[in-house]
DNA sequence: CGCATGTGTGAAACTGAGTGTCAGGCTAGA
DNA sequence: TCTAGCCTGACACTCAGTTTCACACATGCG
């Protein structure tokens, strides 16, 4: 039943504030321009503990995306067992796009620091890739345990991902003039109808 | 007319000789237990020398990979017109499966240490994604050109890859014992037949 | 043949990320 | 009040990656 101990929701609450700090110095100067003194003398504590609370300069910048994993599960789980595994899996990257048009600003100005910053762009999605196992979970109980390879429920949890991904990339490309979650539903369509596919197995030369 | 210089050779000659010194140190030593002194040492140049061949170590590992964007760009180009978009995009990765087959047992190892370093297998996956745009260009000459978006094209060139990297990882998993091709082919067959699938714009609540 | 130019190499100094250690201070519980 | 544990700051350290400088070597030209 300890459940959070009081230190720890310190120590998140300390994080949180701790990066709302630093982010805005980010967009400022470009991530490589802005070093660990620079976000510690601005917070008012020391380098050293500055990095007990963010291992690497990418976490401080990623921390924005952290819930994102269970808040995935979560909706992923709560969509109605009847509805089909595409559109399932359409709605549960609803809290993403959520969690970036909430503010349409910040969140572009936070995407576009992450797509122009290669340390960024690759740690969210070694975070992404992070998620995949916990929805391919919820897949599996959604369709009979063991009804469809596990292998091909990875693979469309992969493909969700992604999907996710290249509406983010085109969002920012145009410099979010168009809406992201209509982006979001396109990239969804692309997969859903992949023209006449025939033959995997038995090699059309 | 000037293509590659001898300069250009020479120095594609010397990176390759530096990187087959280097590689067998990581795999014994583990990724981040190998300083740029050792390979230099163990190759018997200067630090200097080393980082000027390779400007990062993810570079040292990561060179086996560079001809593949050329060489998967290539292979989709050479598909016939009227082969449907996705068993192209299936023979595209055929390039990726083959450098990883020739000599299965060094291609694994090679799998192995990408995959259980996360810097390596973030820069793989940046390195992957630097290859899309030239597939995309591909697919759009095949398909008329203004026939299918282009937001629709850069994704299933996304989901192609994406099950490249599904297909990699389950084969590091399972430690080779299935067939890297045929592990291909069950990711592409996953995503051929998303079932049923209907209507994503609209909001089916 | 002698000289200038350009390129590859090595040495060294420097910045900054990330790790580890240690001593002091604050807090909570007995 | 005393004690045990955590949080903090200071410091030293390793290593990646950048930059600068000087030297060696080759090639082209007069």
Redesign the pocket.
């Known amino acids: 039943m300890t459940g959070l101990s009081t230190?720890a929701i310190?120590?998140a609450a300390?994080r949180g504030e701790l990066a709302s700090i630093a982010l805005p110095r980010f967009f400022e100067a470009g991530f490589d321009n802005?070093?660990?003194?620079d976000l510690?003398t601005a917070a008012?504590?020391?380098?050293?503990?500055?990095?007990?609370?963010f291992?690497?300069?990418?976490d401080v910048v990623l921390f924005a995306f952290d819930p994102l994993g269970d808040a995935m599960s979560a909706a992923l789980a709560s969509r109605p067992a009847a509805e089909d595994e595409w559109t399932a899996l359409r709605r549960a990257v609803d809290p993403a796009v959520a969690l970036l048009t909430r503010e349409p600003d910040d969140g572009l100005t936070l995407l576009r620091l992450v797509w122009t910053t290669p340390a960024l762009w690759g740690r969210l999605h070694e975070k992404q890739a992070s998620w995949r196992p916990a929805l391919a979970d919820r897949l599996a109980e959604r369709s009979g345990d063991g009804a469809v390879s596990p292998l091909a429920l990875r693979t469309r949890v992969m493909a969700a991902l992604g999907c996710l991904m290249v509406a983010f990339d085109s969002w920012v490309n145009d410099n979010g003039r168009d809406d992201l979650d209509a982006l979001t539903d396109a990239t969804f369509a692309a997969l859903a109808s992949i023209p006449s596919y025939h033959q995997v197995n038995g090699r059309p030369s």
């Open positions: 230190r310190g120590r300390v802005v070093t660990f003194d510690a008012g504590v020391s380098r050293s503990t500055f990095l007990r609370y291992g690497t300069k990418e």
